[in-house]
C-alpha cells in the first residue's frame, strides 16, 4: 500500500516538473521568437555562449548582421567580415547568389559544376573536417582544382554572394588599436599556420578586397591535406585595409570596407600591428603571405623576415617551384643541371612572382659558377624581362627598384638589335630563348606570332612555363604551345591542363608549375625544425629537393615537376629537406619533445620519419567527456 501511494506521489511530482518543464520551454520559445522579431524596447536573449558557438548556433546565429557593439559583447569580432549588414542586404546578398547559382547551372558562363563542387565540398568542411580531409587527400587530382586554383579564383570573385559561414579572421583598418585583444577571440589555444593576404592581388584576379580570405582558405587546406597540419591549428587571416575595386566600393552586398586603400605609413602600421598580435599570441606560429600586391610583397618580406617565422609564397615559394622547373627543362634536354648558368631566360612579368624567380635563378645560376662577384654578374646576362612597357633596360624611366638588377645594359641591346620597350616577340626573335617563362597575369601573352618566334630557340628543346592564374590567364594553352613550337617542348602551367594528345599513342605532357609544390613543404619543415627564421638556404634546400624529386627517365619523357597524386609524399621529402637545412645552418631549436641536440642526431632516413610521424592523418579520434 505504501509502494503504492509512493508511486503516485512520485508520478504527480513527475508530472508537476513536466509541466514545469514545458512552461519553461515554451517561455524561452517565446523569448526566442520575440528576440527574432526585434521590436525596440524588448528584453534582450539570454544566451549562454560566445565567440564561434553562437556563430555555429542556428538560433542565435545573425551572420554578417552583429553590430560592432554585440561582437564586442559576445567576443566576435574578427570572427566576421567587417561591413555590418541590415537583413535586408543580408537578403539580397543570397537571393543574388540563388539567381546566380540557377543563371550559372543555365548557362554555364564559367565552369558550373565546378563552382557546384566547391559549395558541396565547403558545406562538408563545415560540418565535419576529418571527412572533408579524407575525401580532399583521397581524390587530391580532382579536388584541387576545386579548394585551389582555378576555382578558388572564381569562388573570391564571387566571396560576397557565396559566404555562409565564417572561416577565420579578419583585421580591418577600422580594428587599430584592437587586433591585440581581438586576437584572442580565435578559439584554439595553438596555431601552427597563418596564411595572411590582403586581397590586393589574388591570383591574376587583381584586387579582390576583403573577398581575397578564399586564396588563404585553400592555401590552408592544402597545409592540412599536403603537409598533415592539424586543421584545428590553420588559421586563414584577411587584413581588409579597404579595396581600389570601384566595382566593390560601389557593390551593396560587399562584405568588407567601402573605402580606398591605406598606403604608406598607415597601410604599414596596421600590418605591423597585426604582425605584433599574432606573434605575441602564438610565438611559434608560421606566417605565410599571399597575393599581396608586389609594391608591398618585397618591402613586408624584408621588414619581417629577420625578426619572424614567415615567408612570402609569391616571391619565394614561386622562385623555387620555377627553379625546380627550370633544372628539370635542363635535365629534359639532356643536360646536367650544371649547364643551368647557359639557359637564356625570357621572362614576361615584373611582379612579385617574376622578379622573385629572377632574383632566385640567378643567385642559382651564380652558386653554380663559383659563388663569386663576376659569377652573380654574368649570370645576370642570361635573363631579358618583359613587362607591361615591353623590354626593361637601363633606359627605363622611373624604373621599379626591384628590376633594377636586370634592366639590360644599353651596349647589349644595341648588340642584338633591341630597345627599351621592344614587343615581347621582338625579345622572342632577337634572344632565340631556351625558356619562355610567363607570369604576366595576361591570358594568351604567348600568342601566335610570339610561340613561332619561339620556334627559332637555340635550344633542343625550348621550354614554356605559362604561369599565371588562374586557367584564363595563362599565358598560353598547351595545345596552343605544342602545336606551333612543336612536339619536343617542355610545358608548364601555374593551373592544371589536361595533357595533350599528339596523335599515335604519343603523348605532350603538360605539367603543372606550382608553388603548392613547395609551400606545404616550407611551413611544415619550418614547424618542425623550430627554426626561428626561414633562411635562404631552406628555401634552396626544397627548390632542389623537388628538382631532384624527378627520375631521369620522367625528366627526359617531359615530365619536370610529379603529379599532385603523390603532393603529400613530396611535400614530406621538401620538409625533411627544410629541417636538415635548418639542422646545418645551427637554425633549429626543436619542437615539442624533440629539442635543437635531439634533432642534431637524427640522420636523413630518421629526419624524414620523425616528419611522416608528426603529419597529421584524417582519422576520428575517440571523444571523452571532460566537465573542466
Ligand atoms: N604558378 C604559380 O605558382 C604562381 C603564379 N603566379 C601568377 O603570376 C601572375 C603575376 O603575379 P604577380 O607577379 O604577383 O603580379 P603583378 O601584378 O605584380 O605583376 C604582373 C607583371 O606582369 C606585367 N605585365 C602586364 N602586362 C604585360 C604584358 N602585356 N606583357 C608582359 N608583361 C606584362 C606587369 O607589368 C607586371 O610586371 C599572377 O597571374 C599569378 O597568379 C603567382 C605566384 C605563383
Ligand atoms: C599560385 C599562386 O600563389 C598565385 O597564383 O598567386
Ligand atoms: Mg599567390
Request: charged share 25%.
Amino acid at each position: 500500500m505504501s509502494n503504492f501511494s509512493n508511486q503516485i506521489r512520485a508520478s504527480s511530482s513527475l508530472i508537476k516538473r513536466l509541466k514545469h518543464l514545458r512552461q519553461m520551454s515554451s517561455n524561452l520559445v517565446l523569448m526566442q521568437t520575440r528576440s527574432f522579431t526585434t521590436t525596440e524596447g524588448q528584453r534582450p536573449t539570454m544566451v549562454h555562449k560566445r565567440s564561434l558557438d553562437i556563430l555555429h548556433d542556428p538560433w542565435f546565429n545573425k551572420g554578417t548582421a552583429f553590430s560592432m557593439t554585440e561582437r564586442d559583447r559576445l567576443d566576435l569580432r574578427g570572427l566576421l567580415p567587417p561591413n555590418v549588414m541590415s537583413t535586408e542586404q543580408q537578403i539580397e546578398r543570397f537571393m543574388d547568389d540563388l539567381k546566380e547559382l540557377e543563371v550559372n547551372a543555365r548557362d554555364g558562363p564559367y565552369e558550373p559544376n565546378a563552382l557546384a563542387k566547391w559549395r558541396i565540398l565547403n558545406r562538408l568542411h563545415d560540418r565535419n573536417e576529418t571527412m572533408y580531409y579524407k575525401v580532399l587527400i583521397a581524390n587530391i587530382e580532382e579536388y584541387a582544382p576545386i579548394v585551389y586554383t582555378p576555382t578558388v579564383g572564381l569562388v573570391c570573385q564571387n566571396y560576397s554572394s557565396l559566404f555562409r559561414r565564417p572561416r577565420g579572421m579578419y583585421f580591418s583598418a577600422a580594428d587599430r588599436g584592437e587586433m591585440m585583444s581581438m586576437i584572442y577571440n580565435w578559439p584554439a589555444d595553438q596555431v601552427d599556420m597563418i596564411v595572411v593576404t590582403d586581397g590586393s592581388r589574388i591570383l591574376g584576379l587583381g584586387d579582390l578586397g576583403v573577398q581575397g580570405i578564399g586564396i588563404a582558405i585553400g592555401k590552408l587546406d592544402l597545409y592540412v591535406a599536403a603537409a598533415g597540419i592539424n586543421p584545428q591549428r590553420v588559421l586563414p587571416v584577411m587584413i581588409d585595409v579597404g579595396t581600389n575595386n570601384e566595382k566593390l566600393i560601389k557593390n551593396p552586398v560587399y562584405l568588407g570596407l567601402q573605402q580606398h586603400r591605406l598606403d604608406g605609413d598607415e597601410y604599414v602600421a596596421v600590418i605591423d600591428e597585426f604582425m605584433n598580435a599574432v606573434f605575441t599570441r602564438w610565438p611559434n606560429v608560421i606566417v605565410q603571405f599571399e597575393d599581396f600586391q608586389s609594391k608591398w610583397a618585397f618591402k613586408l618580406l624584408q621588414r619581417y623576415r629577420n625578426s619572424y617565422r614567415m615567408f612570402n609564397d609569391d616571391v619565394q615559394g614561386t622562385a623555387g617551384v620555377a627553379i625546380a622547373g627550370l633544372l628539370g627543362a635542363v635535365r629534359a634536354q639532356g643536360k646536367p643541371m650544371i649547364d643551368f648558368p647557359k639557359q637564356k631566360i625570357v621572362v614576361a612579368g615584373a611582379g612579385s612572382a617574376g622578379i622573385g624567380v629572377v632574383n632566385a635563378a640567378r643567385k642559382t645560376m651564380a652558386r653554380m659558377l663559383g659563388n663569386n662577384a663576376s659569377a652573380f654578374e654574368s649570370a645576370r646576362s642570361q635573363f631579358w624581362i618583359v613587362d607591361a612597357k615591353g623590354l626593361i633596360t637601363e633606359e627605363r624611366e622611373n624604373i621599379d627598384p626591384d628590376a633594377t638588377p636586370f634592366a639590360r645594359k644599353v651596349k647589349e641591346t644595341n648588340h642584338q638589335g633591341l630597345r627599351e620597350g621592344a614587343s615581347l616577340v621582338e625579345v622572342v626573335q632577337a634572344v632565340k630563348p631556351d625558356v619562355l617563362l610567363g607570369l604576366s597575369a595576361v591570358g594568351g601573352l604567348f600568342s601566335k606570332e610570339v610561340l613561332e618566334a619561339l620556334k627559332g630557340s637555340t635550344s633542343t628543346r625550348p621550354a614554356i612555363f605559362a604561369m599565371s592564374n588562374p586557367t584564363t590567364n595563362a599565358e598560353c594553352t598547351p595545345e596552343e604551345a605544342f602545336s606551333i613550337v612543336g612536339e619536343n617542348i617542355i610545358f608548364a602551367s601555374g593551373s592544371p591542363f589536361k595533357d595533350v594528345d599528339l596523335g599515335n599513342g604519343r603523348i605532350g605532357h603538360c605539367n603543372q608549375g606550382n608553388n603548392m609544390y613547395l609551400f606545404p613543404g616550407i611551413g611544415l619543415g619550418t614547424l618542425l625544425s623550430g627554426s626561428r627564421i626561414i633562411s635562404d638556404g631552406m628555401l634552396q634546400a626544397a627548390a632542389e629537393c623537388l628538382a631532384a624529386y624527378m627520375t631521369e627517365e620522367e625528366v627526359l619523357k617531359g615530365t619536370i615537376y610529379p603529379s599532385i597524386s603523390s603532393i603529400r609524399d613530396i611535400t614530406k621529402e621538401v620538409a625533411a629537406a627544410v629541417v636538415k637545412e635548418a639542422i646545418e645552418e645551427d637554425l633549429a631549436e626543436g619542437y615539442r619533445e624533440m629539442d635543437a641536440r635531439e634533432l642534431q642526431k637524427l640522420s636523413q632516413e630518421e629526419i624524414v620519419e620523425y616528419v611522416k610521424k608528426n603529419m597529421w592523418s584524417p582519422e576520428y579520434p575517440t571523444l571523452v567527456y571532460k566537465n573542466d
